[in-house]
């Protein structure tokens, strides 16, 4: 689960210097039309402090999504959460830390808070142990090492048949359709995407799953209780670091991008994330939410789990062509509230008359089906030429 209440605060602040960004701007704005004379130096003094602070260049469509030549942040956090000796250890370290910050603090302010702190510290490292879960400021992650166990079988034993579907002739003829490109290209595609699939791994976390990249470093953390969580390998592993966020094909670029619609905040798959929220910041809160569900990345991500779904209900097979007798299954299912919540919240943002193109174009195994005569290519063909 996404952590949506810091999420929605980093949102507000992100909100609050997208104004102070308005501002500058309608300043530039007055001093061009009054024709002061320094109107230009004050312009060149906002213009800077909006490329500072506020630009991010565009980026292409397709982009390098080599996994090899970043940093796997995570497998140090799985080995503690494997083996009790390494966690053992780990909190030994961070009391030892702890211990000599206090000493350093005493040193300048002899204040009975410090002398407390400083004789847990030691109390603790002459009998450390895994039971404890607070020491002075510092707190020990609990770990269940047997369900531990189990979740990283479950994971790892999904992701190798995610490897071997990849590694698929099936799976190389869906990226020829995808990228529109010949056997060789598809396969440098196919490489990657199995190199991704490999690099690095994943740990564990309460109630959270997520995937973050930047320019050097990426990381993945998937849900403990694997049992409760069917299709978040899908989403995390497929969805996102397969194609390290949002790297995927220019064909999935524009079609995920055009199909996007208004959320319907009453259904139950977003309306629990408004629960809490009170009504002065509920506006705010479903534009910054809106944003984040209505993203390509995460919209691209729950079109993964979509497709899975459909296969495990045997509603829809790999490769099968999508068509409207799927559509209304999928609906009566939606309406049924049978389907998983990303499902549902695909389904919610998504468009009705993009469905086809999405899981044909996108997820079609064969180069004979790219163009169909009872498709409907022409709607919205303005929007998807090429320039």
Same mark, same amino acid.
């Given at each position: ?6 999420f ?5 602040e992100r ?6 960004k ?5 300043g530039i704005g007055?001093?061009?039309?009054a024709g ?6 004050q312009?060149?003094?906002?213009q800077?402090?909006i490329?500072?602070?506020y630009?991010?260049p565009e980026?292409?469509?397709? %982009?390098?999504y080599?996994?090899s030549k ?7 956090v799985?080995y503690r959460?494997?083996n009790p000796?390494s966690?053992?250890s780990?909190?030994?370290e961070?009391v030892?830390?702890a211990?000599?910050?206090?000493? %350093?603090?005493l ?8 002398q407390?702190?400083i004789s ?5 490292l002459k009998?450390p142990?895994l039971?404890?879960?607070n020491?002075?400021?510092v /707190?020990f992650?609990q770990?269940?090492?047997?369900q531990n166990?189990?979740d990283f079988? #479950?994971?790892?034993?999904?992701i190798?048949l995610?490897?071997e579907?990849?590694?698929s002739?099936? #799976?190389?003829e ?5 990228y529109?490109v010949?056997m060789?290209t598809?396969? @440098?595609h196919?490489?990657?995407r ?5 690099m690095?791994g994943?740990?564990l976390a309460?109630n959270e799953?997520?995937y ?7 990381s993945?953390?998937?849900?403990k209780?694997s049992?409760?969580h069917?299709f978040?390998?899908e /989403? @995390?592993?497929?969805? /996102? ?5 949002r ?6 670029? %524009?079609?995920?991008?055009h199909s996007?619609?208004k959320i319907n905040w009453d259904e139950p798959?977003?309306?629990?994330y408004?629960?809490?929220?009170s009504?002065?910041d509920?506006?705010?809160?479903? %534009? ?5 569900f209505?993203s ?6 729950r ?8 296969e495990?209900?045997?509603?829809k097979?790999y490769?099968e062509e999508f068509?409207?007798?799927?559509y ?6 939606y ?12 389904i919610n943002t998504?468009?009705?008359?993009f ?5 044909n174009?996108i997820?079609?195994?064969s180069?004979d089906? #790219? ?5 409907n290519?022409?709607l919205?063909e303005?929007e998807?030429?090429?320039t």
């Open positions: 689960m996404f952590k949506f209440e810091s929605v605060h980093k949102g507000k909100g609050e210097r997208i104004l102070r308005g501002a500058l701007i309608a007055v001093g061009i039309i002061e004379a320094q109107a230009q130096e312009i060149d003094k906002n800077d402090t490329n500072k602070e630009s991010h980026q292409p469509v397709e %982009r390098e080599d996994l970043k940093n796997y942040i995570g497998a140090d799985r959460q494997e000796d966690l053992l780990y909190n030994i961070r030892k830390e211990l000599e910050k206090a000493r %350093r603090r040193s300048v302010e002899n204040l009975d808070e410090i407390s702190l847990a510290y030691e109390e603790y009998n142990n039971e404890t879960k020491v002075g400021n /707190h992650e770990e269940d090492f047997i166990k189990k079988e #479950y994971y790892d034993a999904k190798k995610l490897a579907h990849i590694a002739p099936e #799976y190389l869906k990226l020829m359709v995808e529109n010949d060789e598809a396969k @440098e196919q490489l990657k199995l190199n991704n699939l490999e690095g994943y740990y309460d799953a997520n973050t990249s930047d320019e050097k470093r990426f993945v953390v998937l849900p209780n049992e409760k069917d978040v390998v /989403h @995390e592993v497929i969805g /996102h670091k397969l194609v390290d966020g790297n995927y094909s220019r064909k999935a670029n %524009r079609l995920i991008g996007g619609k798959e977003f309306k629990d408004l629960k809490n929220t009504v002065k509920l506006e705010e809160t479903k %534009r910054i939410l809106g944003n984040y209505n390509q990345e995460e919209r691209y991500a079109k993964q789990v979509l497709e899975a779904e459909m495990s209900l045997g509603l097979k490769g068509t409207d007798d799927h209304k299954q999928l609906i009566d299912l309406k049924k509230g049978k389907l998983s919540e990303d499902s549902r919240q695909f998504t468009k009705p008359e469905f086809k193109r999405i899981f174009e997820a079609e195994n180069n089906t #790219y163009y169909h005569d009872k498709w290519y022409n919205h303005k998807f030429k090429t």
